[in-house]
C-alpha cells in the first residue's frame, strides 16, 4: 500500500469520527489503567458493567489497596480472568503508592513495571491518558493491518513497528481508536462488513465481500 492510499484512508476515518476515543468508562488515568487491565480478553461492555459499579466505591490506589483482593473479585468476576487481574491490580495499586505517589506513571518503562501491563496496555495509557503518540496493537489493529494491507506483518510488534513508520505523523494520535472502531463495528472478523465500509475502494483485501 503506497503512502498516498494509507494518507486518504486516515482522512476518511478522521471525517468520519473527527475525535475518537476508547469505549473504556473513565474519568482519570488511575480508573484508565484499572480498565485496561480488565479488558484483556474482555470486551469493554463487561469492564463497564463492572467498573460502573467499583469505582464509586474505590477509584485510587489507596481505595482499591484497601479493598483488598477478595472483596475487589465481588465487583470484577463477570469478567474472564477476574481471579488473576485483581491479584495484578491490587499489586499494583500498591507498586504505584509505594514508588511513584499513588500517580500512574508517564514513562513506558515504569508502566511496563506494573503488574498485568504490557507493551499493549502501557501503549493504551500513554496515548489516550498522556497523549502520546503511540498505537496499541490489539486483535482488531493486526488483523485489520494485515488485511487491508495497511501495515501487515507476522506478529503485533512488527505491525506496531509498520504503523509508527507508515501513518502520517498528524493522525497517529488517533489512528489507534481509529483503526479499534472499524475493526469493531465494520471490519469484523468473520465477515467484514465491506458494502459499509468508507475504505472500502482503498483497501486491498483479496477476499472482499462486494
Known amino acids: 500500500m503506497n503512502a498516498a492510499k494509507r494518507r486518504e484512508i486516515f482522512l476518511r476515518l478522521q471525517a468520519a469520527n473527527p475525535h475518537p476515543t476508547t469505549e473504556l468508562e473513565h474519568k482519570t488515568s ?8 480488565l479488558s484483556a480478553q474482555a470486551t469493554d461492555k463487561s469492564v ?17 489497596a484497601d479493598l483488598g483482593e477478595n472483596e475487589l473479585r ?4 463477570r469478567i474472564g480472568l477476574y481471579q488473576t487481574k ?10 504505584l503508592l509505594e514508588q511513584h505517589d499513588g500517580q500512574v506513571p508517564q514513562t513506558r518503562e515504569a508502566l511496563e513495571a506494573l503488574p498485568g501491563v504490557g507493551r499493549k496496555t502501557a501503549n493504551v495509557i500513554l496515548n489516550t491518558a498522556f497523549g502520546q503518540p503511540t498505537i496499541a496493537v490489539d486483535t482488531h489493529i493486526f488483523r485489520i493491518s494485515n488485511r487491508i494491507g495497511l501495515a501487515p506483518g507476522k506478529d503485533v510488534q ?6 509508527l513508520k507508515f501513518v502520517p505523523d498528524e493522525f497517529k494520535l488517533d489512528a489507534h481508536h ?6 469493531r ?14 475504505i472500502e475502494d482503498l483497501c486491498e483485501y483479496k477476499k472482499k465481500e462486494l
Open 158 to 163: 512488527e505491525v506496531e513497528k509498520k504503523l
Open 74 to 77: 465481588g465487583y470484577v468476576q
Open 86 to 95: 485483581s491479584k495484578h491490580i491490587i499489586q499494583m495499586c500498591r507498586i
Open 185 to 198: 463495528y465494520t471490519c469484523v472478523a468473520r465477515k467484514p462488513k465491506c458494502g459499509d465500509c468508507i
Open 178 to 183: 481509529w483503526l479499534i472502531l472499524h475493526g
Open 48 to 64: 463497564n458493567l463492572a467498573t460502573r459499579e467499583l469505582f464509586p466505591v474505590a477509584n485510587t490506589p489507596q481505595k482499591i
Open 30 to 37: 488511575f480508573e484508565l489503567l484499572v480498565a485496561v487491565i
